[in-house]
């Protein structure tokens, strides 16, 4: 009854970490470092601290840039799974890991493992380290440091499936009910104890967006300084000439809503739509396709990129805490259709402002995405290319490190001179 009772625990809890599958390809998978921006901290051992390493997604995207400006800084993280492919933007450094890398089945299985992983992270050795750094959206900020070591966290968002979202979570896992819904909704409610008490072992938080620093405050109680994830904008290189279709790009995995958008062309049939990504929600997502529907699955960087460029319109439908592809589309020039919450409403200008680059609709149905794309095309023309690109280099790699970089600076200047 015991061993039953774990497994029903841990396997709801698999199903609700949202964490790509070990060796997912990213949907872009170009790992270019700029070498300038080192942060000026001579005098500090400085410590880098990830989740864990199993894919390179956008919260690495973030720890790339980490890397690049601590040259010297050692990396940890809880496990590190990272298929050679993918592992270039940790510039050739080895994370030291703790003992949940060597626990037995730990590669196939660590989703189930949230409880043994917010344990390991505890035990990973930072004292020698006066400057630790964090990038965190469920563990990484959990992290031990004492009184003498000043502790910096990018926190991308507050474990969302344990706190806000544990609702939506539940229910999109098919664990609203059973012993196995009760049993997540327990591991998820000590999992919040666990959060809320590692919160105070950080001396600063920077938060990805808006959204998630009245996030971290709501939780932690903590103010955030908010610095924007780092976009490639360099690689997204604008195009003014358009094609006559619409573009999505994502996981498939429910809380992207991408079946919605799919259900709305079906009714859109002189419309035509791409989709480009791969995940759990593909079957969902072909069962809803009509004609007009193009299904790609998983492309190449530059089949990607290629898309984004020709695309009249970006459709987002997810509530995300900051969302790095409508800043992408908009890098190329194109306008972007979204759900009106969360990091787009940060991103995206919408079409009451000048130099607008999209609009939004405030429910996550088809009959709202159809109203939204009648509407964009009445508009169409309000929506430049070159509007489009000034956006979105708001949130370019530069941006980004001259912004982290003085404010960790800004930090260890005071708390050595404190």
Not at 47 to 57: E, K
Not at 192 to 200: C, G, M, V
């Amino acid at each position: 009854m015991w061993h039953t009772t774990v497994e029903l625990q841990l396997s709801g809890i698999a199903k609700i970490i949202d964490v790509p599958e070990i060796g997912e390809p990213s949907l872009c998978a170009t790992h270019r470092v700029d070498p300038r921006g080192l942060v000026n901290v001579p005098d500090a051992k400085t410590a880098l601290v990830h989740d864990w390493f199993v894919v390179y997604s956008g919260a690495e995207r973030v720890f790339e840039q980490m890397v690049a400006m601590h040259p010297d800084a050692d990396l940890f993280s809880s496990i590190d799974f990272l298929p050679d492919s993918a592992r270039a933007f940790l510039d050739g450094r080895t994370p030291i890991t703790s003992f949940a890398q060597h626990w037995p089945l730990m590669r196939r299985h660590y989703r189930k493992w949230l409880p043994l992983l917010m344990f390991a992270v505890e035990q990973l050795d930072v004292s020698q380290h006066s400057l630790v750094l964090s990038s965190s959206s469920a563990i990484g900020k959990g992290v031990l440091t004492g009184p003498e070591q000043l502790h910096i966290s990018y926190v991308h968002s507050p474990m969302r499936y344990a706190w806000d979202l544990q609702h939506q979570y539940l229910q999109e896992s098919g664990l609203e009910r059973g012993i196995g819904g009760l049993m997540a909704r327990w591991l998820l409610h000590r999992a919040r104890f666990w959060d809320l008490r590692t919160s105070n072992g950080v001396d600063h938080y920077i938060a990805n967006s808006e959204f998630i620093a009245k996030r971290i405050w709501k939780v932690y109680r903590r103010e955030a300084t908010v610095i924007y994830p780092p976009v490639d904008t360099d690689m997204f290189v604008l195009r003014e000439k358009k094609d006559d279709f619409f573009l999505t790009v994502s996981r498939l995995v429910p809380y992207k809503k991408i079946p919605i958008i799919v259900e709305a062309f079906a009714k859109m049939p002189h419309r035509r739509l791409v989709v480009i990504g791969d995940g759990p929600d593909m079957q969902k997502v072909k069962a809803s396709a009509s004609s007009n529907v193009e299904i790609l699955g998983h492309q190449s960087a530059a089949v990607l990129l290629d898309y984004m460029q020709r695309a009249r319109a970006f459709l987002f439908a997810a509530q995300e805490d900051f969302g790095i592809s409508p800043v992408e589309a908009q890098a190329c020039g194109t306008p972007v259709i979204a759900y009106g919450r969360g990091g787009a409403l940060e991103t995206i200008r919408d079409q009451n402002l000048p130099n607008s680059t999209g609009l939004f609709f405030h429910g996550q149905t088809p009959e709202a995405i159809i109203d939204s794309v009648a509407k964009f095309e009445r508009r169409e023309g309000d929506f430049t290319p070159i509007a489009c690109r000034e956006n979105a280099e708001r949130f370019s790699v530069d941006v980004f490190r001259d912004r982290y970089s003085a404010f960790v600076k800004t930090c260890w200047d005071r708390f050595k001179n404190r």
